[in-house]
């Protein structure tokens, strides 16, 4: 089946600092690719759409500035947390369209746990 | 943005018995997923069904859809401990993926 990679899946950083998580699909072209934020027994929080070679939709609430998304090729979408905060740690997951059509299976990443510290 | 209720939120039962979970959202989709998660990992993508189907079956699972009720459920029948996960219902409007709050399914052996 159809693989989406994201990496790191556990990453540390000090208060201030910048950290990238990177979702890749691995045998698939993703046209569209969701960020979401998961807190402890929670649900997924959409926080934005990104398509290939266009900026990304932010859902409301979410800081466009903080939370960078980038989507330059069809198999890789990258989330920035700018100045990252202790509020800022949570559970990561990227997913990915097959395809371009609207009814195609999403499939998602591992997750990154981040921790800022 | 959360597309609706999942019902109910935590559900426990015995090994073998079947489990059923209820999803309700609130937009017009173009069709609804559902998703399991063990705990601390990303999700595995367990079925699709359309907007213009009414039932769905995968081995041991079987998945309704009433759109004009908008509301989904998912049975698991005969069920393991294996089974012990979170299960979530995602909506797709042809923009984006919303999930449900999730239903905490616990198997007893």
């Known amino acids: 089946g159809a693989v989406v990679s994201q990496h790191p899946s556990r990453v540390i950083c000090k208060s201030g600092t910048s950290v990238k998580i990177e979702c890749r699909s691995l045998d698939f072209q993703a046209t569209t690719m969701f960020w979401y934020r998961q807190f402890p027994k929670k649900s997924l929080m959409l926080m934005a759409t990104s398509n290939e070679g266009s900026k990304a939709t932010y859902e409301q609430g979410v800081e466009k500035d903080k939370f960078l998304i980038n989507h330059a090729s069809l198999t890789l979408s990258t989330l920035t947390v700018t100045s990252a905060h202790p509020e800022d740690s949570s559970f990561y997951i990227c997913?990915?369209?097959?395809?371009?059509?609207?009814?195609?299976?999403?499939?998602f990443g591992e997750g990154s746990w981040l921790t800022v510290v | 943005s959360q597309q609706g209720e999942e019902d109910p939120q935590a559900l426990s039962i015995q090994e073998g018995e079947n489990a059923t979970m209820n999803c309700s959202y609130k937009?017009?989709?173009?069709?609804l997923q559902w998703y399991r998660q063990n705990s601390g990992r990303g999700l595995v993508h367990l079925i699709l069904?359309?907007?213009?189907?009414r039932e769905k079956h995968s081995g041991r699972l079987r998945v309704t859809l009433d759109t004009s009720k908008k509301s989904s459920s998912l049975l698991i029948t005969a069920s393991r401990a294996a089974d012990t996960a979170s299960y979530f219902c995602?909506?797709?409007?042809?923009?984006?993926?919303?999930f449900g709050q999730g239903t905490r399914l616990t198997i007893n052996p």
């Open positions: 937009t017009s989709i173009n069709n």
């Open positions: 997913s990915a369209r097959e395809g371009s059509r609207v009814g195609n299976t999403i499939y």
């Open positions: 995602a909506t797709d409007d042809t923009q984006k993926l919303v």
């Open positions: 069904i359309r907007s213009n189907e």
